[in-house]
């Protein structure tokens, strides 16, 4: 098993659509995937607008209706080996909350734009060597992800690695939204699914 946090301001649109839709693409390698907010509602559930988006994208109704909101607090950071940002201002508040984090922690966005310059080969051989342990294989292939940083191309716009926020606004930018998130989901199903083979 191992382990992914996503995590974005309420909890009820971007971090909940992300660990669904990982949930239910890597869950057969073992995944646990949860989110939370930096200022989470209390027990709320996903806007009907990112319900919507996550069955689009393969999601169960009762998996994207079962969500409820809740707030990020220290003892969510502890246990991730991957922790999932929407934007840099969540990933910010990860690192203030728990620095030791700092280097498992990105933007979805940024996981994605790293992970574009490693190698299928990288991941694999990183993964190798860390053994037999799911958790274990996963941190070192997000090890060889953050050893991009500093050397991948940074984006035009620093705004590039975040996923827009589509609370109260229009059905158009959920879409823009999803389109933002979806390929980043890409990556980093690809990477874990290098690490870690299907059970």
């Known amino acids: 098993m191992f382990e992914i946090l996503t995590v974005c301001t309420g909890n009820i649109c971007r971090s909940p659509l992300a660990a669904v839709i990982l949930q239910t693409r890597l869950g057969a390698r073992g995944a646990q995937v949860r ?3 930096t200022h989470g509602l209390d027990a709320a559930p996903m806007t009907p607008e990112a319900q919507r988006l996550a069955v689009e994208h393969g999601v169960s109704p009762e998996l994207a209706a079962a969500h409820r909101s809740r707030y990020l607090g220290p003892a969510d950071l502890r246990s991730p080996d991957l922790l999932l940002a929407m934007s840099r201002e969540h990933r910010r508040r990860v690192v203030e909350t728990d620095p030791s ?5 990105f933007t ?3 996981f994605a734009r790293l992970a574009k310059d490693c190698t299928d080969d990288d991941v694999r051989d990183a993964a190798e060597r860390a053994g037999a342990d799911p958790s274990a294989r996963v941190r070192a292939a997000i090890g060889a992800v953050g050893q991009m940083r500093g050397m991948s191309a940074p984006p035009a716009d620093p705004a590039d690695d975040d996923v827009i926020d589509p609370y109260r606004r229009s059905w158009a930018t959920y879409q823009t939204s999803a389109a933002q998130l979806t390929p980043a989901i890409d990556q980093v199903v690809r990477v ?3 690490a870690v083979p299907a059970r």
Do not use: K, N, T, Y
């Open 35 to 37: 989110s939370a907010g």
């Open 192 to 194: 874990m699914s290098l």
């Open 101 to 105: 984090r700092l280097r498992s922690a």
């Open 108 to 110: 979805v966005r940024e």
